[in-house]
């Protein structure tokens, strides 16, 4: 169940990261100006042209940010609260192992009043211990990495936008 939550998280910032590379290329592709700020588009370049270059799920947010509307461009949406709930999912694992090791340990004490019989009871309640706590390390190990990888590509998106933010004041002044 951790790793297909932590798929979940990771397939959706994969196509978060693919968005902000399709952005960053189409910013790349507008004329090089020798840096003059205040140009327009020219070259048969319109804006409705050139945000045909930018990927789909970006176009909306991009097209209202260049003509003035302050917003924010899409952000992950699933990623945060997987991230959460992977740690959440690794304590429920342990609580789980936990109440089975008990009852193991419960049932071993029953069994009987030897030492050597009572160790051998309680030698698989202990190993189930291991797994249950096992569950924890991978549940906030996966947290970690997936909250890690989010705040990457939130860090990518944030200098897209900026990248995006100067071409408004420069190329897309017009608009």
Same mark, same amino acid.
């Given at each position: #169940?951790? +790793?297909?939550?932590?798929?979940?998280?990771?397939?959706? #910032?994969?196509?978060?990261? @693919? *968005?902000?590379?399709?952005?960053? !290329? !189409?910013?790349?592709?507008?004329?090089?100006?020798?840096? *003059? @700020?205040?140009?327009?588009?020219? *070259?048969?370049?319109?804006?409705?042209?050139?945000?045909? %270059?930018?990927?789909?799920? =970006? %176009?909306?947010?991009?097209? +209202? @940010?260049?003509?003035?509307?302050?917003?924010?461009?899409?952000?992950?949406?699933?990623?945060?609260?997987?991230?959460? =709930?992977?740690?959440?999912?690794?304590?429920?694992?342990?609580?789980?192992?936990?109440?089975?090791?008990?009852?193991?340990?419960?049932?071993? =004490?029953?069994?009987?009043?030897? =030492?050597? +019989?009572?160790?051998?009871?309680?030698?698989?309640?202990?190993?189930?211990?291991?797994? +249950?706590?096992?569950?924890?390390?991978?549940?906030?190990?996966?947290?970690?990495?997936?909250? #890690?990888?989010?705040?990457?590509? @939130?860090?990518? %998106?944030?200098?897209?936008?900026?990248?995006?933010?100067?071409?408004? *004041?420069?190329?897309? %002044?017009?608009?």
């Amino acid at each position: #169940l951790i +790793a297909g939550v932590y798929i979940v998280g990771v397939t959706e #910032l994969v196509f978060y990261q @693919r *968005d902000t590379q399709g952005l960053n !290329a !189409a910013l790349a592709s507008l004329p090089s100006r020798g840096g *003059d @700020r205040g140009q327009s588009l020219s *070259d048969g370049i319109t804006l409705e042209s050139w945000l045909e %270059r930018v990927p789909a799920s =970006l %176009r909306q947010a991009v097209k +209202a @940010r260049l003509v003035g509307e302050e917003g924010m461009l899409p952000a992950p949406t699933l990623s945060p609260y997987l991230a959460g =709930l992977l740690v959440m999912l690794g304590l429920m694992g342990t609580f789980v192992g936990m109440v089975a090791t008990l009852g193991g340990a419960v049932q071993a =004490l029953e069994g009987g009043t030897e =030492l050597s +019989a009572i160790r051998q009871g309680l030698a698989a309640p202990i190993q189930g211990l291991g797994m +249950a706590f096992g569950t924890s390390v991978a549940g906030v190990g996966a947290s970690a990495m997936l909250g #890690l990888i989010a705040a990457l590509s @939130r860090r990518d %998106r944030l200098i897209s936008a900026r990248a995006l933010a100067m071409h408004r *004041d420069g190329y897309f %002044r017009a608009y």
